[in-house]
């Protein structure tokens, strides 16, 4: 709850200096939330890891499409996030979605159902035909429902039996600062159940990473003082513990990248010139120390042909 309301607070302070357009996350407040301001390195940090997980997408997405098919996203611990409406309002994307599924604990769901139904701007991209109860709500594309990760056995049939993900089309999982808060048995245990009940997977995680070191135990302890405990700290000892937790555990091909590199080569120069004139930046290490200890992982099982630009 807390980690879900803490990003998102982050995510709406960029939004509003203006750092990415999001006309969808304020909806998801009851009356107009109100925002603290964060520092710059902060914000610009949210920008990066939000346009670059886009770009990724939207190369999956061109792939899809450049193939004929169409595909599934998983949006794992979805928080609050906006994804699916950013990703149909644009609607040549959008026919290329087939299932797009939100997951996350009842407690976050049910939340996100009762923005999601009192908001007829939510509301009108889901279609006609919806159906919901407090916790869960199923929708010709978009499904939101509540899953323990966790728990495979009950993701499986949340997924196959109710969802009707197909097995056999290209399924993209993000996970975005979750699998932390699993422990390695559990994060190992779900990122192996999707490498073996899908034939065409592609991962995003995105998270922290040297943690060990002393920024990374600051961040940890942060978090411990307002008794958010990170389980799965071994994972994210450095860019090879986290490419290595998908290589054992069933993923042909794996690439890892820390944020200050992403930042510095996975974003037009245009787009960084325009966000860096918001707000001054007094200390420029300050926004490499911050960028260092978070990554983007991808990892892919079949989609041979698909390579990501980067
Ligand atoms: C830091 S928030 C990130 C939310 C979202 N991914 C984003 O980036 O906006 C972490 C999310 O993971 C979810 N989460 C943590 N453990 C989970 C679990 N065992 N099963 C499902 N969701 C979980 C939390 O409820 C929370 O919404």
Request: glycine residues 4%.
């Amino acid at each position: 709850m807390i980690t879900n309301d803490d990003c998102t607070n982050c995510k709406r302070a960029a939004i509003r200096l203006g750092y990415w357009k999001d006309p969808y996350i304020d909806l998801f407040s009851k009356g107009k939330p109100t925002i603290e301001r964060k520092t710059p390195e902060i914000n610009r940090g949210y920008y990066a890891r939000v346009v670059s997980i886009k770009i990724i997408i939207g190369q999956f997405l061109d792939y899809v499409e450049s193939q004929g098919k169409q595909c599934q996203i998983v949006n794992l611990g979805c928080g609050f996030d906006t994804l699916f409406w950013r990703l149909t309002e644009n609607s040549k994307n959008a026919s290329t979605i087939k299932h797009f599924v939100d997951a996350d604990l009842h407690g976050i769901t049910s939340r996100k159902i009762y923005h999601i139904r009192h908001r007829p701007e939510l509301l009108s991209s889901l279609g006609e035909d919806i159906k919901f109860n407090p916790m869960e709500l199923q929708s010709n594309v978009y499904k939101l429902i509540p899953a323990d990760l966790r728990d495979t056995n009950n993701l499986s049939t949340k997924l196959f039996n109710e969802c009707l993900l197909d097995r056999d089309l290209p399924t993209l999982f993000l996970a975005e600062c979750v699998l932390i808060y699993m422990t390695v048995e559990n994060s190992n245990n779900l990122i192996s159940w999707i490498s073996s009940n899908f034939t065409n997977a592609f991962f995003i995680n995105y998270e922290q990473i040297n943690i060990f070191d002393r920024f990374g135990q600051i961040m940890v302890d942060n978090l411990r003082q307002r008794d958010v405990e990170l389980l799965d700290l071994d994972s994210c000892k450095d860019l090879d513990s986290q490419k290595s937790r998908f290589t054992n555990n069933g993923w042909d091909n794996v690439d890892a990248w820390d944020m200050y590199h992403v930042y510095r080569h996975g974003i037009p120069r245009e787009d960084l010139d325009r966000i860096e004139r918001i707000e001054f930046l007094d200390e420029a290490n300050l926004l490499e120390q911050l960028l260092t200890h978070y990554c983007l992982v991808i990892a892919k099982k079949g989609l041979a042909d698909f390579n990501i630009e980067f």
